[in-house]
């Protein structure tokens, strides 16, 4: 099964082969790390010519304050087509967490970048309404951040 997979790693290659940091295959699945820079053309080009017409999941992760990049987003793309599923990552520094947005890739994208910027603080250049989804607007900080007090930040008290 993986060897269709690595079949459309192979032609993300071919187009531009800086769309390819790395390549992960662990338990049937394919994750190809992209730069985020190229995320945006890698999902255009894996959507218009090889029929990953269907954006699954996007979601964040943090590695930790300690790790360097920080922060990675996860795409989980799938064909109805050829009942194919592909994972990109793209991985970012701490000090600048943005990535392009790809809501004009597939509309899906819209609450699931929103929910990632909400509990990460990942930020989505581009994207039409990128501002809290779960949490509220006033909220202090994003809540999925490790460093992030279990407890909440302490409200200010007068005594």
């Known amino acids: ?17 800086s769309w390819v940091e790395n390549v992960v295959e662990a338990l049937g699945e394919v994750t190809v790390h992209v730069p985020r820079v190229g995320i945006l053309e890698a999902c255009y080009f894996l959507r218009d010519e090889h029929d990953f017409d269907l954006l699954a999941d996007l979601c964040g992760g943090d ?13 989980h793309l799938f064909s ?3 009942y194919q599923r592909l994972r990109l990552k793209v991985l970012l520094s701490e000090d600048d967490p943005k990535v392009d947005s790809v809501t004009d890739v597939w509309r899906t994208a819209d609450w699931h970048e929103r929910e990632t910027y909400d509990l990460l603080g990942v930020k989505f250049e581009g994207h039409e ?5 779960l949490l509220p607007s006033d909220f202090d900080g994003h809540a ?6 279990l407890r909440g930040y302490e409200p200010y008290s007068m005594n």
């Open 1 to 17: 099964m993986t060897e269709k997979l690595h079949g459309f790693v192979e032609k993300l290659k071919e187009r531009d082969a």
């Open 63 to 75: 590695r930790g304050p300690e790790e360097d990049p920080r922060f990675e987003v996860n795409y």
């Open 80 to 82: 109805t087509v050829h």
């Open 129 to 133: 309404d990128l501002r809290r989804i």
């Open 144 to 149: 999925l951040r490790k460093d992030y007090p």
